[in-house]
C-alpha cells in the first residue's frame, strides 16, 4: 500500500513538472543557438535588440502605466452616470480599449456581462482595444504607437455609436444566469511565486540602467566607446539580462492549453508594482525575441528578403493583418507589431491588426457570452478592413 502510494506521488510530481517546464523549451532552446557557432551572433545580436531596445522602454511604459492604475479610485457618481447614458458608455468602453494592454477591455466585457453596458460598448472596447502589442508599439515607435490608438479609439467610438443605433441598447446582453459566471483562479505554486517574486527584483534593479541604455542606443551613443569596455559587451550583457528574463519568465506559469500560451499571465491580488511590470514585460519580450528569430532564420535558410517579399505581396498585408487580429490572444499580435517594427510589413497591416484584434479579451466574453463575442469581433473585423485599406490606397 505504501508502494503504491508513493508510486502515486511520484507519477503526480512527474506530470506537474512536465506542465510546469513546458515554458523552458524557449530557453533551453535559446541557450542551444548560443553554444552552435553558427548562430551565436545571431542570437547574440537578437536577444540584446530585443533587451534594449524593446524589453527596456516597455518595462518603463508599464511602470508608469501601473503606478497610475493603482491610485485610480472608484467613482460612484461616475458608476451610475455611465449606467444612465447610453451614449458615454461607448466613449467610456473606447477609452477603457485604447489603454494599452488588455484590462480595460476585460473590466467592459465584465461589465456587459452584468447588463451595465450596451452591445455596443462591447464593439467600441474590442475595437479600440490593441493589448499588450500597444505597449510594444508605443516603446519602440511612439509617435506611431500614438496615431494607431488614436485611430483606433476613435473608430471604436464610431462603431459603439452606429451598432447601438442599429441594435439598441440591450441587444445581445446575456441572461442572468450568465451574469453570475464564476471567476476562474489560478493558484501558485511555491516555484511560480519564488519566480514572480525574482521577476519583480530583476526589473526593480534594472529598471533605471537599462532605461539609460536604451535611451543612449537610441541617441547612437556607443557606451562600450565611451566606458573603455570591450567592443560588443553592451551586447553581451543585453543578451544575458534577456536570457535571464526568459528564465525568470519559463517559471512562472503551467500551460495547459491555447489561452496559457498566447495571453499574458493572470496577476495575483497580492501582486507588488514591479511584480506586475516584470509579468507583461518578460511575456512581450518572449514574443518579440521569438519573432526576431524567426525574421532572421527564415532569411539566413532561404536567403530571402521578407521585408521585399511582403511589399510584392503588399496588396494582401492588409487582409493578412485583420485575419491574425482576429485570433484570440496577444503573442500573435505582438507578432505582427514586431513585424512591422522590424520593417517587414507596411503601416496599414498593422492598422488593420491593432483595429481588428481583441487581445486578452476575447478569452473572458467567448466564457461569458460567446454569442456576443462572436458578433461583437465580426462587427470590429469590418471597420479594420474599411481603415487598413483605405490607409493603403491613400498613403502607401
Known amino acids: 500500500m505504501v508502494s503504491q502510494i508513493k508510486s502515486l506521488q511520484l507519477r503526480e510530481t512527474r506530470q506537474r513538472w512536465r506542465l510546469t517546464n513546458k515554458r523552458f523549451l524557449f530557453p533551453v532552446f535559446l541557450f542551444a543557438m548560443l553554444v552552435s557557432p553558427a548562430t551565436r551572433e545571431m542570437t547574440v545580436t537578437v536577444l540584446a535588440d530585443a533587451f534594449w ?19 485610480m479610485s472608484h467613482n460612484t457618481k461616475f458608476s451610475a452616470y455611465l449606467q444612465r447614458s447610453q451614449r458615454f458608455q461607448v466613449i467610456f468602453a473606447a477609452f477603457m480599449g485604447a489603454l494599452p494592454g488588455c484590462g480595460g477591455a476585460i473590466i467592459v466585457m465584465t461589465q456587459f456581462v452584468r447588463g451595465r453596458l450596451s452591445f455596443g460598448s462591447v464593439v467600441a472596447v474590442l475595437t479600440a482595444t490593441m493589448g499588450d502589442a500597444a505597449f510594444l508599439l508605443l516603446a519602440a515607435k511612439p509617435l506611431t504607437g500614438l496615431f494607431t490608438v488614436g485611430v483606433g479609439l476613435s473608430v471604436g467610438m464610431i462603431s459603439g455609436w452606429l451598432v447601438d443605433t442599429l441594435h439598441g441598447g440591450t441587444f445581445m446582453q446575456p441572461v442572468q444566469s450568465e451574469m453570475s459566471a464564476p471567476e ?39 557606451l562600450d566607446t565611451v566606458f573603455h569596455f570591450p567592443q560588443g559587451s553592451t551586447s ?51 514574443w518579440v525575441i521569438g519573432a526576431f528569430l524567426c525574421f532572421e532564420i527564415v532569411m539566413r535558410i532561404t536567403g530571402w528578403d521578407l521585408a ?16 491574425i487580429g482576429l485570433i484570440p490572444g496577444c503573442g500573435p499580435q505582438i507578432l505582427v507589431t514586431s513585424l512591422y517594427i522590424q520593417g517587414a510589413i507596411p503601416l496599414s497591416a498593422q492598422l488593420g491588426n491593432a483595429i481588428s484584434n481583441d487581445g486578452d479579451a476575447l478569452f473572458p466574453a467567448i466564457a461569458l457570452a460567446p454569442k456576443a463575442a462572436l458578433l461583437a469581433t465580426v462587427y470590429s473585423g469590418i471597420p479594420a478592413l474599411l481603415i487598413s485599406y483605405g490607409f493603403y490606397w491613400l498613403f502607401e
Open 308 to 323: 521585399t517579399i511582403f511589399t510584392t505581396w503588399s496588396p494582401v498585408m492588409p487582409l493578412l493583418g485583420v485575419m
Open 236 to 286: 553581451t550583457l543585453g543578451a544575458i539580462f534577456a536570457l535571464t528574463a526568459m528564465v525568470l519568465w519559463s517559471l512562472s506559469r503551467d500551460i495547459k492549453n491555447y489561452q496559457d500560451a498566447v495571453s499574458e499571465d493572470p496577476k495575483p491580488a497580492t501582486a507588488k508594482l514591479f511584480q506586475r511590470v516584470a509579468q507583461d514585460t518578460n511575456f512581450v519580450t518572449t
Open 53 to 71: 531596445q524593446v524589453a527596456a522602454y516597455v518595462a518603463a511604459t508599464l511602470t508608469v502605466y501601473h503606478a497610475v492604475s493603482a491610485r
Open 184 to 222: 476562474h483562479h489560478h493558484p501558485q505554486s511555491d516555484t511560480q511565486s519564488t519566480s514572480l517574486r525574482w521577476q519583480g527584483y530583476f526589473w526593480q534593479w534594472l529598471l533605471l540602467p537599462s532605461a539609460f541604455v536604451a535611451v543612449s542606443g537610441s541617441f547612437q551613443i556607443d
